[in-house]
């Protein structure tokens, strides 16, 4: 069974800086699925915060974050991170990683395989 399990969101004021991780277990190589973040806040559709693709290893970032959120991950510890700085208000969700069994990753949250049970991350302005 895949599990996928998210850590570091917490309260933060604007500007400052979280790590958030997701470690996985159940899969043999955490490089053999497309992974990415996406978070929600109460009456909105889940948002693809970025996306990591196998293949040729290229990263999508949505608009709002560039510059300022950084993907990254260490597959010896099946474990991705989401590197936040500068934080802002708008910023404040609930943060969740996600595999798909695939070499090219989507923004589209129905072709994630499986799902973390996400991490609050709170930006005070």
């Known amino acids: 069974e895949v599990r996928l399990v998210e850590s570091g969101g917490g309260l933060v004021q604007a500007g400052g800086s979280l790590r958030l991780s997701c470690a996985a277990s159940?899969?043999?190589?955490?490089?053999?699925?497309?992974k990415a973040w996406f978070r929600q806040v109460p009456g909105k559709e889940r948002e693809a915060v970025l996306c990591?693709?196998?293949?040729?290893?290229?990263?999508y970032y949505v608009d709002s974050v560039k510059g300022r959120f950084t993907f990254s991950s260490d597959a010896g510890k099946k474990t991705v991170y989401l590197q936040m700085n500068s934080l802002k208000a708008e910023d404040t969700a609930v943060y969740y990683c996600?595999?798909?069994?695939?070499?090219?990753?989507?923004?589209?949250?129905?072709?994630?395989?499986?799902w973390g049970q996400g991490t609050q991350v709170t930006v005070s302005s």
């Open positions: 996600a595999l798909l069994d695939g070499n090219y990753c989507s923004v589209n949250e129905y072709e994630y395989d499986y």
């Open positions: 159940g899969v043999t190589f955490i490089d053999d699925y497309a």
């Open positions: 990591h693709s196998i293949t040729d290893g290229f990263t």
